[in-house]
């Protein structure tokens, strides 16, 4: 059974960065799919990137610009660095493959 866990998150500044990182048990990481989903405190789940493979990654929405995403298939792992963080990036951010998700993890930008 595949499972997901996310981690990274944290409070930071206005302008700081972080990187999350997904890391997946119970099968190889490999060349398949992995999405974030960003999911703010009133509104739905929303995709901010979707990793293809080691060099491949494509972003969307108002992070877009502001990410690079990464992959470590030595550790099963798949990270998300965000940049030049702002007020409106909160939210709890998910990463889904394998029709699997994980239990998400806090991003809260403060000054």
């Known amino acids: 059974q595949v499972r997901l866990v996310e981690s990274g998150g944290g409070l930071v500044q206005p302008g700081e960065s972080l990187t999350l990182s997904c890391e997946v048990f119970g099968s190889a990481l490999g060349d398949n799919t992995v999405n974030w989903y960003r999911q703010p405190l009133t509104t739905g789940r929303e995709l901010v990137a979707r990793?293809?493979?080691?060099?491949?990654?494509l972003y969307v929405g108002p992070l877009k610009g502001r990410m690079i995403g990464s992959r470590d298939n030595l550790r099963n792992r798949v990270n998300l660095q965000i940049n030049s963080l702002k007020v409106e990036d909160i939210g709890v951010y998910f990463c889904?493959?394998?029709?699997?998700w994980g239990q998400g993890t806090q991003v809260t930008v403060s000054s």
């Open positions: 990793s293809f493979s080691r060099d491949r990654t």
């Open positions: 889904n493959a394998f029709d699997v």
